[in-house]
């Protein structure tokens, strides 16, 4: 079943760039007419060579289409396209169309504030969305400025790329932007509650739904000095101003990302805005995100890649100057800490997939190919290797090739090429080797010690060959506890090493990038070890080892979830599910003997953690969440949710209620009805995420089979509640329950790209995978599935992901065998 749209092919990206030269586009929106839909007039002018192309538009009516003033017959409209046949010469051409409101975080993202009822709207163009905003010339190197003019209701609030007013009630004029990339192109709109400041004469801009008004304010201070302080290390680092004018960021509703750089108006996730206690952790992944977007101004915005297959030069450079700038000018120094716990694991396992690709250079063929890359390579592993190309080069190299390549191509586009054109004349030398053994070739060198033959040895992944040299730090435990550096270049495939006896780390300080596999050894003295090790980088960088190690059967899950109970229950002052807690969650806990059993083990140790813990402090809530996901009591999650024999120092917050309310879902210690009850009460956006969660967890047929219909399309539940739906489906100890739908997921997923598209379709993928059904009928059944040629790429790419995680499960399995 192929996709409704054409993707633009690479090729056809090509002919179009030498074509056509833009001059501009005028956009007018009507947002105020109905809830479904929008009026869209866009108004294009344009020089082109005689010949045949394509102007993208995927509108539910289309009224009309001028061209020079004449009319042209809207049935030719097909797939997304619309055919052209040009003269020579400067052209007008004006469609007149009326588009969808989607909700699925894409395009004209429309959804209901369940808290009062209020509706907001935010545009995501990215990364191929713009044409159901607004008739274009869909791909990133074909830029002009815009003038949006908007009628939206009158209570409503309008911002876009570019700084704009209200004119009289309900009618909105922008400015002209600057030249833009389709993608990036936004709109963030209604009863939205807005903070403005400045700095260094730039207008500043924080909003957020009216209903969590009050926790934006509260933060307000914190984000505009990470504003503040990014910019002018932003400036100086780079030396160029920032020039897209106001600075706004907006928080928004289902948001699909992270965050999206568009220039002048970045829209984040509103989970960002704490409704509820959090952990440093996430307050520092925020202000990473938070520099990250910024620094896309620059790399991304101001010097747009020509195409998909340069997604490193937009994503690994927003990663590396994102936590650099983060970690060294912002009260969250330890933003490289948090990147090895969160992010280096994210992009290891994906280096070693069968899936993975080089960072540089992806191949996609098209757009809907290059989506599938924004992964750990895109972000991870390309920061990685920035990183150690500043340290190589230093700063003053990286940075005079950086400005120059910035000047370069101001305001256009630009090639991995280019910028390493731009390098070697600012004195960086011949980085040829470089680039084919670090950015052109994938997958990561492992490196062992082999204590026996008293050397380190590298070994590049067989089917992607290379020659990496490798400057590390190897910490050594010596008998009382401390740890010493030692410096090894690794340049041959053996290099030698003499630790004696000792327990050694190879590159906990996340000197290069590589698969570290702790020897057996060293693994055997972890559990004793890990908890005195007080360095945040060296535990971070063990633990990071520690997962490697997992990750390919070196190590029996009886002795990590040793290592996890002896350390438990705060590794770390949060979890994401990128962190420690949850990867032991997913990884650790089901690959036991008896994963009951394990979970009691896990909890009694958060139990003594969180009655040694001090009242109110982060690492107080961390221990009661980890007792909370490891209880099987429901006595006992009863009273704490009923506010009986809570610890002192932890009130209920809607986020800890309803963690409470899931584990008893799980457990099938509430109903429903219950359930119901709980969200009518304090019916916010982040409850009704929850709730959709703690349905699907219920151990009942009918709650199971609901969650499936949300799964086909047949529920139709926006992003957040569908993958809540998805990891509440497939819970540990309720087989007899989904066994029968490990067999219908592979059925039934193909044909959810009739419900489907983009984001949605390849994480609903992903989140409905029968994780929880480790065999081999199992991954044979994903393996017929990712071999049927018809499957649409993005889920088959899920697939392929989900395949290998559940191989090298069973890789485990096998390899430590079960009496
Ligand atoms: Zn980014």
Redesign the pocket.
């Known amino acids: 079943m192929p996709s409704p749209y054409a993707s633009l092919q690479r090729t056809e990206a090509l002919a179009r760039r030498d074509q056509l030269d833009l001059a501009s586009y005028d956009v007018a929106l009507d947002l105020a007419s109905d809830d479904a839909t929008f009026g869209s007039v866009t108004t294009l002018r344009f020089t082109s060579r005689a010949g045949t192309t394509f102007l993208d538009l995927k509108p539910v009516g289309l009224r009309s289409i001028r061209l020079d003033g004449h009319p042209l017959d809207v049935d030719l409209l097909q797939r997304g396209r619309f055919p052209l046949m040009l003269s020579e010469g400067e052209h007008e051409l004006v469609v007149d169309a009326t588009m969808p409101f989607r909700n699925d975080g894409e395009g004209l993202h429309r959804s209901v504030d369940p808290a009062d009822g209020k509706n907001y709207v935010y545009g995501m163009s990215f990364m191929d969305a713009a044409p159901t905003i607004f008739a274009c010339f869909d791909q990133p190197d074909l830029k002009a400025p815009y003038t949006f003019h908007v009628r939206a209701p009158q209570d409503w609030v309008v911002i876009g790329n570019a700084p704009g007013q209200q004119v009289e009630p309900g009618v909105w004029e922008f400015q002209q932007s600057q030249p833009l990339s389709t993608y990036f192109v936004t709109l963030v709109a209604g009863p939205y509650h807005v903070i403005r400041d400045e700095h260094d004469g730039i207008p500043l801009g924080l909003s957020a739904r009216a209903s969590i008004a009050a926790d934006l304010d509260k933060d307000a201070d914190e984000l505009f000095t990470l504003t503040r302080q990014s910019f002018d290390e932003l400036h100086r680092l780079f030396g160029i101003r920032y020039p897209f004018g106001d600075y706004h960021q907006a928080f928004v509703p289902e948001f699909n990302a992270g965050?999206m750089?568009n220039p002048g108006c970045v829209t984040f996730r509103d989970p960002l805005i704490f409704t509820s206690r959090v952990t440093r952790g996430i307050r520092v992944f925020r202000a990473s995100t938070l520099a990250?977007?910024m620094a896309?101004q620059w790399f991304?915005n101001l010097v747009t890649p020509a195409w998909w297959d340069d997604l490193w030069l937009?994503?690994s450079f927003?990663?590396y100057m994102g936590n650099r700038v983060a970690a060294d000018v912002t009260e969250y120094a330890e933003v490289w800490v948090e990147d090895s716990y969160s992010r280096r694991q994210w992009g290891l396992v994906a280096d070693q997939r069968p899936s993975t690709h080089p960072v540089a250079g992806n191949g996609a063929v098209d757009a809907s190919a290059a989506l599938q890359d924004f992964d750990g390579i895109s972000?991870a592993k390309g920061c990685a290797i920035l990183r150690q190309l500043n340290a190589t080069l230093g700063d003053e190299v990286f940075f005079k090739g950086t400005i120059d390549h910035f000047e370069q191509h101001r305001f256009g586009n630009a090639t991995m090429h280019d910028l390493f054109a731009s390098w070697e004349r600012a004195g960086a030398g011949d980085l040829t080797s470089f680039t084919d053994n670090w950015l052109r070739t994938a997958g990561p060198d492992r490196i062992e010690l082999d204590r026996a033959a008293g050397v380190v040895r590298r070994t590049p992944p067989a089917d992607h060959p290379a020659d990496r040299p490798h400057r590390i730090r190897a910490a050594v435990a010596n008998d009382d506890g401390t740890w010493t550096d030692h410096v090894l270049e690794i340049e041959e495939p053996e290099t030698p090493f003499d630790a004696g006896d000792h327990p050694v780390l190879l590159d906990p300080y996340n000197d290069t990038w590589a698969l570290l596999i702790p020897d057996k050894p060293t693994m055997d003295a972890l559990e004793s070890l890990l908890p005195q090790v007080t360095d945040p980088e060296l535990r971070a960088g063990l633990w990071s080892n520690v997962r490697s190690a997992l990750h390919n059967a070196a190590v029996d899950p009886v002795d990590v979830l040793e290592i996890a109970v002896r350390s438990l229950p705060i590794e770390d002052t949060e979890d994401t599910p990128r962190r420690t807690m949850a990867w032991v969650y997913k990884w650790v806990v089901p690959l036991q003997p008896d994963p009951a059993a394990a979970l009691a083990k896990l909890h009694a140790a958060a139990r003594v953690r969180l009655d040694a813990a001090t009242p109110t402090s982060e690492e107080q809530l961390s221990a009661f969440r980890a007792a909370i996901g490891t209880a099987s009591d429901a006595a006992l999650l009863q009273s704490w949710l009923a506010g009986d024999e809570l610890p002192e120092g932890i009130p209920l917050d809607v986020d800890l209620r309803w963690r409470l309310l899931v584990q008893l879902a799980s457990l099938g210690a509430v109903d429903l009805a219950e359930l119901d009850r709980q969200l009518e009460a304090e019916p916010t956006a982040v409850a009704r995420v929850r709730h959709a969660g703690a349905h699907a967890s219920l151990p009942d047929a009918e709650a199971k089979a609901w969650a499936w219909s949300c799964f086909t399309g047949e529920t139709n539940l926006p992003n957040y509640e569908l993958e809540a739906v998805g990891l509440g489906f497939w819970r540990g100890g309720q087989e007899e329950l989904t066994g029968s739908y490990v067999e219908r997921y592979f059925a039934e997923l193909p044909d959810t790209v009739k419900k489907r598209s983009g984001w949605v379709l390849a994480d609903a993928a992903e989140h409905f995978f029968p994780r929880t059904s480790v065999t081999r009928e199992t991954l044979a059944r994903a393996e017929a599935l990712i071999a049927d040629g018809d499957l649409d790429l993005s889920i088959r790419r899920r697939l392929v992901d989900e395949a290998d995680t559940l191989e090298r499960k069973l890789a485990v399995l096998e390899a430590y065998p079960r009496p």
């Open positions: 965050a750089e990250h977007e896309h991304g937009n994503e927003a990663e972000y």
